[in-house]
């Protein structure tokens, strides 16, 4: 090999060293780029994390919250209910206390309406008597009495 081959081949070596250098740079540029998207997308990646925690939390006391205030009105309601229940009880008992009280009335009304008929039909029959008496063309069968007497008792005088 002569002088000029291996200046030759020294130049072409050197040149590809300078290329490779050239190559590793690119190589350690687009590294180093990759890198630090790697780094933001894992710095991103953890703050989405740590906001899906907050949002979580949050939702968690939102919904211990609400559960909270359903389990209350629940209950406000349930207490309403028996409140109301127990009133429809003191109702229905004050009702049958007050239509038994109305029967005994109505049968007591009955009973002296019936004796102040008695009395008023017996004053009737005298003086249906005392008509007869008066005159001989009118006569008081047992059925018209007893007409009379059913007539008294609807329609009591008062």
């Known amino acids: 090999m002569n002088e000029n081959e291996s200046k030759e081949l020294c130049r072409k070596l050197f040149e590809k060293v300078i ?3 050239e190559q590793d740079q690119k190589s350690r540029r687009h590294f180093d ?20 925690q ?3 939390i949050d939702y968690d006391r939102r ?8 389990e209350e009105e629940k209950q406000l309601l349930l207490s309403q ?4 229940t ?38 009737s029959v005298t003086s249906l008597n005392k008509r007869k008496d008066n005159n001989d063309e009118e ?3 047992p059925n ?6 059913i007539i008294l008792i609807s329609f009591p005088i008062m």
């Open 19 to 21: 290329d490779l250098k």
């Open 33 to 52: 780029d990759i890198q630090s998207q790697l780094t933001e997308q894992a710095n991103t990646v953890q703050e989405l994390q740590s906001r899906l």
């Open 54 to 56: 907050t949002v979580n």
């Open 63 to 70: 919904l211990t919250s609400i559960q909270q205030t359903h």
């Open 81 to 84: 209910l028996q409140e109301s």
């Open 86 to 123: 127990t009133q429809i009880k003191d109702l229905e008992r004050d009702l049958y206390f007050y239509k038994h009280k109305t029967r005994e009335l109505r049968k007591s009304m009955v009973t002296s309406a019936n004796s102040n008929a008695l009395d008023t039909s017996t004053s």
């Open 139 to 141: 006569f008081i069968t």
């Open 144 to 149: 018209k009495l007893y007409i009379s007497i």
